[in-house]
């Protein structure tokens, strides 16, 4: 069983710059979340995807934006970057809607470290 | 809206001492809870989860947690303290209403002396 992998583990980006992260979500698990966890703090929720749809969103602005594939993989797009968009960024996968029987339980990947300059 | 609290943002143990993280919620209707781990440089692990059902439960690495729903808390706990206990850990919060998502506190990072 293949875990949830995130890529880039490390990166620097100046203010005003674009990023994008990349997610392969765990083998059989169909939902995406990102997380965004600011140094000495929990996560914070941006969005969900289910079958390539947004399902939710935290409260983060429009140039937070995301796409899931057919193959239930994930990118985070962040535009105009900002100094407090340095964190990680986690990426977790699950196995249906988590308003459902699911019970909410989420498989973390390692995150990626965005530094803004 | 849920939220969550975590008292004491560090908690220092010896080794072999017991363990206790506080966490307490805000939820307006039954709430999932749940305690993750992080590790320096990792992701997050789940430790345990608490749904319906028996209040106390019991999670990995010989950590338990009980959910009291007059004191809406769910501390985690351990009767012995290892070294490789060290690390952060975060309760979280999820209803079935409003957005699927958990709502994580700020985390305590325990430290095991020897």
């Not at chain 1, 968009?85 to 988590?98: N, R």
């Not at chain 2, 950590?63 to 690390?87: G, I, Q, W």
Request: hydrophobic share 30%; with cysteine; charged share 15%.
């Amino acid at each position: 069983e293949t875990g949830v992998t995130q890529s880039p583990t490390h990166l620097i980006k100046t203010r005003g710059q674009q990023v994008t992260l990349r997610c392969s979500s765990q083998s059989g698990h169909n939902t995406v979340s990102w997380y965004q966890q600011a140094l000495g703090q929990g996560p914070q929720f941006i969005f969900q995807y289910y079958r390539e749809e947004e399902n939710g969103r935290g409260n983060f602005p429009p140039r937070f934006s995301g796409l899931q594939f057919p193959n239930y993989s994930s990118e985070l797009n962040v535009n105009a970057l900002e100094l407090d968009d340095s964190a990680l960024y986690l990426c977790a996968s699950s196995q249906g809607l988590a308003g459902s029987s699911n019970t909410g339980e989420l498989f973390f990947g390692e995150g990626s470290r965005l530094t803004v300059l | 809206a849920q939220s969550v609290t975590q008292l004491g943002s560090h908690v220092s143990v010896s080794e072999g001492a017991l363990v206790l993280l506080r966490c307490n919620y805000s939820s307006s209707v039954p709430p999932y809870l749940f305690w993750y781990v992080q590790y320096p440089n990792q992701g997050l692990q789940l430790l345990l989860k608490y749904t319906t059902g028996a209040t106390l439960v019991k999670g990995i690495n010989g950590f338990e947690a009980e959910f009291k729903k007059s004191e809406t808390s769910f501390h985690l706990t351990k009767p012995s303290a290892h070294m490789s206990d060290a690390a952060e850990y975060f309760c979280a919060v999820r209803t079935d209403t409003g957005r699927r998502a958990l709502t994580f506190g700020s985390g305590t990072r325990l430290q095991v002396q020897p």
